[in-house]
């Protein structure tokens, strides 16, 4: 098996190059958090275990790098923040819909993130 994302936008972030896709949500916890497997449901579950939540209207920007040619490993960063505004649809790409947003979040991401080797 090989994670094979589809996406062709990337951001560095120190020096490793990730694939993203930026997204808005209408609502992002009762689209992203009915399969009780997934990523989004079980960080749900840990900010519920310290009495946090999630918004309702959320940008995010999942980003993945792929260390190896093989691809089968990967860094996955889900970086997201609530937005005042109301997502044109349930789930759209903001790359298509809102450039300017897309670009603003990524921008946050990078900003305020950083990688370190140990």
């Known amino acids: ?3 094979d994302y589809g996406m062709d936008r990337s951001v560095k972030i120190g020096d490793l190059n ?4 930026a997204k808005a949500y209408r609502d992002y916890p009762g689209l992203t958090m009915t399969d009780p497997g997934s990523d ?3 960080i749900a579950r840990l900010a519920a275990a310290h009495q946090l939540t999630f918004p309702k209207r ?3 920007v ?3 790098f792929l260390p190896t040619p093989d691809r089968r490993t990967e ?7 609530a937005i005042a505004w109301n997502a044109p649809g349930e ?4 790359d298509d819909n809102r450039p300017d947003a897309a670009k603003t979040i ?8 950083s990688i370190h080797n140990l």
């Open 40 to 42: 989004s449901t079980a």
């Open 62 to 64: 999942p980003m993945f």
């Open 75 to 81: 860094l996955m960063i889900l970086y997201g923040k």
């Open 106 to 113: 990524v921008e946050h991401a990078r900003e305020n993130l």
């Open 91 to 94: 789930e759209v790409s903001l």
């Open 18 to 21: 990730f694939i993203y896709d």
């Open 1 to 3: 098996m090989t994670y």
């Open 58 to 60: 959320v940008a995010g």
